[in-house]
């Protein structure tokens, strides 16, 4: 039976305004996509090596055959043999590096892909939550989010979550009418469990949520529920058998709060202060028992914090692009409407469904370190905005008469300005101010510099890298003149490095270097020996980065690589504990190029 013209005509107005969306979203997320973040951080460098070996051969760089979490071996060389990729966007990012080459840009493009696909998924949640209204808003708030634009320009791995958790729970409320597409739904949710780690704990809080929500209606469908349980147990068991074996095993036990180091969270400094005049606050800091919960609700109050949602956010200028916070300031006012108008429709399982979300959210991040932490608390999203939306909608079209409805209507149509002024002056930051200020800690430069080591090593007898640079192994492998695929998987990082000509040298490490030799050095090496520079690699600021250099003819041996000590040291490149940004935690307050 044809639909009747009226809601024909309101289906193609709604996929011209989704398409519109959508190449809004995807022109901000490609635009200067390799300048900006300027720089290629370690993390990505890796994955991305990683996935061109994968494409190669079907094995990662530890020999491993289509492992489901592989290790990352390039971090080896600073000491942390546990770092693993996670497999959803290990795997995606197979097809873009195979096809575009090793360069920034293919290993950014799957974030650029998740991110369309998440705003996708926020239409496709919010139409089903509430209506198509909602919908576009929802995808149209998420296109422009800070948030979310940066972790789609950028290859860290979380940058999937948002848009499979939304996939989900769309197929889920598509089940409750159409049975079949509640399997769909759990294979998604199964999938989202491969994405991040924080999904582990989020994927069960949603489905607790969809319980409580729809509980009834999902139980009238036993068979097609007991169908979509199967398929979650049998997705999810190789993740349960790949953890119990020890994947992840030592990240979690550095990041989650019973196991990890509390020294340096806010929660225990703000005890510390009050130690000496309370004896309360004494003995939570003197049983671990009582201080695991009370750092577990101060980080799950930061993430709801103002602070963290609109004045200040992610202290790691990696994972927080804005002069604000996490979320802009024109949400504030959404947010508060769109909360309003869900607890006053809390009795429909739509609204109880993302009250549940909204509350559950910081749960996750929560249990972790180094709160708040924009990376682990990204499963918020979409549903803060698709509560925005929510509240844009009720603005728009108040139940209201008079002089009220005239007043509201006039609310949001300030606030659609202020969007649009807010997200201009966010993308002129974001690739001028915030390119230039964070370009020391996305290790800008160093890709191009290991381009030229390759194309001069040649002509120099041998070719020497400073270890003082974070991630160096994986910088050599993606951007170097060998194929990664072509290691030999049972040596180790280095020595796969100097069979191919390539040796890395630890700062202060006993090595003798001859006339002629190549070195790429840091700018504070570059100033403790005599050398002989061939090319510079400023930032783009202009500042001393990194340099490519030689050993004088005329000068004696080095009977030690460079030493700038140990401020200098105290960057990415020796962080003792944190080797990777998107997955370990961030330092405190870390300086540019500081610890990730």
């Not at 390539?502 to 570059?526: C, H, K, M, N, Q």
Request: some cysteine.
């Amino acid at each position: 039976m044809a639909a009747p013209p009226d809601a024909r005509a309101r289906r193609i107005r709604a996929g011209l305004a989704l398409a519109a969306v959508l190449a809004l979203g995807a022109a901000l997320r490609l635009d200067r996509l390799a300048e900006t973040p300027a720089g290629l951080f370690a993390d990505e460098a890796a994955i991305a090596a990683n996935a061109w070996t994968l494409g190669a051969s079907g094995r990662d760089l530890a020999g491993a055959r289509l492992p489901l979490y592989s290790r990352l071996r390039s971090f080896e060389v600073s000491g942390q043999s546990g770092i693993v990729s996670q497999p959803v966007f290990q795997y995606a990012s197979v097809p873009f590096v195979r096809l575009f080459g090793r360069t920034p840009t293919a290993a950014r493009l799957p974030a650029v892909a998740f991110g369309v696909l998440g705003i996708a998924g926020a239409f496709l949640l919010g139409g089903a939550l509430f209506d198509r209204r909602v919908g576009i808003t929802a995808a149209a708030l998420l296109s422009i989010a800070p948030w979310h634009l940066h972790f789609s320009r950028v290859g860290f791995e979380a940058v999937s979550l948002p848009a499979l958790l939304a996939l989900a729970a769309w197929q889920i409320l598509r089940g409750l009418e159409r049975p079949r597409s509640l399997a769909f739904g759990a294979a998604l949710l199964a999938l989202a469990t491969y994405a991040y780690p924080v999904a582990r704990v989020f994927v069960p809080l949603l489905c607790v949520g969809f319980a409580l929500a729809y509980g009834g209606r999902l139980l009238a469908k036993r068979r097609a529920l007991a169908v979509a349980a199967l398929v979650f147990a049998v997705l999810e068991l190789p993740n349960l058998v790949s953890l119990s074996m020890g994947a992840d095993r030592e990240r979690l036990r550095e990041t989650l709060l019973p196991w990890a180091d509390l020294r340096r969270e806010r929660a225990v400094g703000w005890l510390e202060e009050r130690g000496g005049g309370s004896p309360l606050a004494a003995s939570v800091l003197a049983d671990r028992r009582l201080l695991v919960p009370f750092v577990f609700a101060w980080n799950y109050a930061e993430y709801l914090s103002p602070r963290f949602l609109f004045l200040e956010g992610d202290p790691n200028p990696r994972h927080h692009p804005t002069r604000l916070g996490a979320c802009p300031l024109f949400y504030a006012p959404l947010l508060l409407v769109g909360l309003a108008a869900l607890w006053r429709r809390r009795r429909e399982p739509a609204s109880r469904l993302l009250l549940w979300w909204l509350f559950s959210w910081p749960i996750p991040a929560g249990m972790t370190i180094d709160a708040p932490h924009a990376i682990r608390s990204i499963c918020a999203l979409p549903a803060l905005e698709v509560t925005a939306a929510l509240g844009f909608a009720t603005l728009a079209a108040p139940a209201l008469a008079g002089r009220w409805r005239a007043g509201s209507r006039a609310a949001a149509a300030a606030l659609a300005v202020a969007a649009v002024a807010e997200t201009t002056a966010f993308v002129r930051f974001y690739h001028g101010e915030y390119r230039l200020s964070s370009a020391q800690a996305w290790q800008a430069g160093t890709g191009p510099a290991l381009r030229e080591v390759a194309r001069r090593r040649h002509d120099h007898p041998h070719s020497f890298l400073s270890g003082g640079i974070f991630g160096i192994h994986a910088f050599a492998l993606f951007f170097g003149d060998l194929d990664p695929a072509e290691l030999d998987p049972r040596k180790a990082p280095r020595q796969q490095l100097e069979a191919r000509g390539y040796r890395i040298v630890a700062p202060g490490e006993a090595v003798r270097t001859a006339p002629g030799d190549l070195w790429l050095v840091s700018a504070d090496e570059r100033r403790s020996a005599p050398w002989r520079e061939l090319a510079s690699f400023p930032l783009p600021d202009g500042s001393p980065n990194l340099y490519v250099v030689e050993w004088p003819a005329g000068g004696a041996a080095l009977p030690h690589a460079p030493d700038a000590g140990a401020a200098a040291r105290a960057g990415p490149s020796s962080s003792a504990k944190t080797p990777s940004t998107s997955a370990m935690p961030a330092a405190r307050t870390p300086p540019p190029g500081g610890p990730p």
